[in-house]
């Protein structure tokens, strides 16, 4: 056995230690392998990115493709068309694929419509810089003709009047005559969205203003608070200025394809029977760890932290079923966090613990800007390096991390803490490796020994359950992924 995948590589940012200081990777330690991911769950898709010659390329023509159906008859020479970009999708498969795809959204409005005055607007959420990052990284900013920016939740609002009264969204966001929803299908946060009305959100989130961001983390809580980017999505202000949407079509092991339509909740329907279908096997698969060793290892906040496709806050929730909308609150989100409090388990027993399965965290990298104390406090965490732990120190969203932390001089002093405590040589590493998950061999053994039975379970049992409550249809669903459904399934 030995390691196939290589970690997603680090990055300089603000929000990070320099790359030059990540010096051994979670995948180098000792007695690690990887598992394919096909090996774990065979009817997962064939990808078009990452390919056998890493060509890009397969994306454009995909993005072209998809847009083919696309009506765009209401974008004139003369008019504003804003492409609306989120943070999150810079961090899939290293980012590549989906700054690929804003170029060719682009591109094609430009070639199909003669408008000329096409902006991009990335949002992001509490890490206000990021995507001003990312622009530059990908030469957005050149492709765009100067006219890409990076807009935060702090910006300027505008009032939206809505079904549940006014919210606010970016000014930026909506300062065009139409808007193009450019977003993506990872699963990301199932632990808040509860994969119900996943294509919808970024207009809960990534184009409206803190305030309104609040109400979907703090105010409503989980599912619930789906209705804010919907009455938003729905209202006459956004409806008058939406031309289509535009998804990187993303699973586990790589980018699935493109999709575009006119009607997003027609999209929103095939982005939650992907969710359900690849991401939950994947879920509950990773549920099915008895324990283990969490090592942090990817250019991302912690709770961002990818393994098998999945971010590690879904992780420390996998002990109970995210996907199963009769299950109470998550384990871990900033709505549940206020349960806990000083106490070593939730206030109310309808919020079960964090996954008792993680014995122990190794933060071997990762970055700042997002609330992560939570993580420090319930799951014992070795933090590699004083640079990363005073990162940690001066960041006004992470004060009290390291007070729930110890530090360790390098990788491998730190694993070796973490077995001494932890009581266990399982170890998974978060380290954004794409077809497969970097794991110990004991873990290799034990994810290939039951896989067999979780793809039944969810085959049999789950799936039908979470179709039925979010109510579409399985037949039609289990379509995709197939040759006869490429682009819009």
């Given at each position: 056995?030995?390691?196939?995948?290589?970690?997603?590589?680090?990055?300089?940012?603000?929000?990070?230690?320099?790359?030059?200081?990540?010096?051994?990777?979670?995948?180098?330690?000792?007695?690690?392998?990887?598992?394919?991911?096909?090996?774990?769950?065979?009817?997962?898709?064939?990808?078009?990115?990452?390919?056998?010659?890493?060509?890009?390329?397969?994306?454009?023509?995909?993005?072209?493709?998809?847009?083919?159906?696309?009506?765009?008859?209401?974008?004139?020479?003369?008019?504003?068309?804003?492409?609306?970009?989120?943070?999150?999708?810079?961090?899939?498969?290293?980012?590549?694929?989906?700054?690929?795809?804003?170029k060719t959204i682009k591109d094609v409005v430009e070639r199909k419509t003669g408008c000329k005055n096409i902006r991009l607007?990335?949002?992001?959420?509490?890490?206000?810089?990021?995507?001003?990052?990312?622009?530059?990284?990908?030469?957005?900013?050149?492709?765009?003709?100067?006219?890409?920016?990076?807009?935060?939740?702090?910006?300027?609002?505008?009032?939206?009047?809505?079904?549940?009264?006014?919210?606010?969204?970016?000014?930026?966001?909506?300062?065009?005559?139409?808007?193009?929803?450019?977003?993506?299908?990872?699963?990301?946060?199932?632990?808040?969205?509860?994969?119900?009305?996943?294509?919808?959100?970024?207009?809960?989130?990534?184009?409206?203003?803190?305030?309104?961001?609040?109400?979907?983390?703090?105010?409503?809580?989980?599912?619930?608070?789906?209705?804010?980017?919907?009455?938003?999505?729905?209202?006459?202000?956004?409806?008058?200025?939406?031309?289509?949407?535009?998804?990187?079509?993303?699973?586990?092991?790589?980018?699935?394809?493109?999709?575009?339509?006119?009607?997003?909740?027609?999209?929103?329907?095939?982005?939650?029977?992907?969710?359900?279908?690849?991401?939950?096997?994947?879920?509950?698969?990773?549920?099915?760890?008895?324990?283990?060793?969490?090592?942090?290892?990817?250019?991302?906040?912690?709770?961002?932290?990818?393994?098998?496709?999945?971010?590690?806050?879904?992780?420390?929730?996998?002990?109970?079923?995210?996907?199963?909308?009769?299950?109470?609150?998550?384990?871990?989100?900033?709505?549940?966090?206020?349960?806990?409090?000083?106490?070593?388990?939730?206030?109310?027993?309808?919020?079960?613990?964090?996954?008792?399965?993680?014995?122990?965290?190794?933060?071997?990298?990762?970055?700042?800007?997002?609330?992560?104390?939570?993580?420090?406090?319930?799951?014992?965490?070795?933090?590699?390096?004083?640079?990363?732990?005073?990162?940690?120190?001066?960041?006004?969203?992470?004060?009290?991390?390291?007070?729930?932390?110890?530090?360790?001089?390098?990788?491998?002093?730190?694993?070796?803490?973490?077995?001494?405590?932890?009581?266990?040589?399982?170890?998974?590493?978060?380290?954004?490796?794409?077809?497969?998950?970097?794991?110990?061999?004991?873990?290799?053994?034990?994810?290939?020994?039951?896989?067999?039975?979780?793809?039944?379970?969810?085959?049999?049992?789950?799936?039908?359950?979470?179709?039925?409550?979010?109510?579409?249809?399985?037949?039609?669903?289990?379509?995709?992924?197939?040759?006869?459904?490429?682009?819009?399934?």
């Amino acid at each position: 056995m030995s390691v196939l995948f290589s970690p997603a590589e680090p990055r300089e940012s603000q929000y990070g230690i320099n790359p030059s200081l990540v010096k051994k990777r979670g995948a180098d330690l000792e007695n690690m392998t990887s598992v394919l991911l096909k090996d774990l769950i065979p009817d997962l898709p064939d990808v078009i990115y990452p390919n056998k010659n890493n060509d890009i390329s397969a994306v454009k023509i995909a993005t072209e493709k998809a847009l083919e159906s696309v009506d765009m008859s209401m974008i004139k020479p003369n008019h504003t068309v804003n492409i609306l970009a989120s943070h999150h999708g810079f961090t899939l498969v290293g980012g590549l694929p989906y700054a690929e795809m804003l170029k060719t959204i682009k591109d094609v409005v430009e070639r199909k419509t003669g408008c000329k005055n096409i902006r991009l607007r990335a949002g992001v959420g509490l890490r206000f810089r990021e995507t001003e990052e990312y622009i530059r990284r990908f030469g957005l900013d050149k492709h765009f003709n100067n006219k890409a920016i990076g807009i935060a939740p702090i910006d300027e609002g505008i009032p939206i009047e809505t079904m549940i009264g006014t919210l606010y969204g970016l000014r930026r966001a909506y300062d065009a005559d139409w808007i193009i929803h450019a977003h993506n299908s990872d699963v990301r946060e199932v632990h808040f969205h509860r994969q119900v009305d996943r294509a919808v959100k970024p207009f809960g989130m990534s184009y409206a203003r803190i305030e309104t961001r609040s109400t979907y983390h703090q105010n409503m809580g989980p599912r619930a608070s789906n209705f804010v980017a919907r009455a938003i999505f729905d209202s006459k202000f956004v409806q008058e200025k939406y031309a289509f949407s535009c998804f990187l079509m993303v699973v586990p092991n790589g980018i699935m394809t493109v999709d575009a339509d006119n009607d997003l909740y027609a999209l929103n329907e095939r982005v939650t029977a992907t969710g359900c279908r690849y991401y939950g096997k994947m879920m509950t698969l990773l549920g099915a760890i008895d324990e283990c060793i969490a090592v942090l290892d990817f250019p991302c906040p912690v709770p961002y932290v990818f393994s098998g496709g999945i971010i590690y806050a879904n992780f420390a929730g996998a002990n109970i079923d995210l996907y199963d909308l009769d299950n109470p609150l998550p384990p871990y989100t900033w709505y549940t966090e206020a349960f806990y409090g000083k106490r070593s388990r939730p206030l109310v027993d309808e919020v079960v613990p964090v996954n008792p399965a993680i014995k122990a965290c190794v933060h071997n990298y990762a970055w700042t800007g997002y609330p992560s104390s939570f993580f420090a406090e319930h799951i014992p965490t070795i933090v590699v390096g004083n640079e990363q732990a005073n990162l940690f120190n001066k960041d006004p969203q992470n004060t009290t991390y390291m007070k729930h932390a110890v530090v360790a001089e390098n990788t491998d002093v730190a694993i070796d803490f973490a077995f001494k405590i932890a009581k266990t040589d399982k170890i998974i590493v978060f380290d954004g490796a794409v077809g497969g998950i970097n794991v110990s061999e004991s873990l290799a053994n034990h994810l290939l020994k039951v896989a067999p039975s979780i793809n039944e379970k969810v085959e049999q049992e789950l799936l039908p359950k979470w179709f039925s409550q979010r109510g579409l249809d399985l037949r039609k669903a289990l379509l995709i992924g197939s040759k006869e459904a490429a682009v819009n399934y």
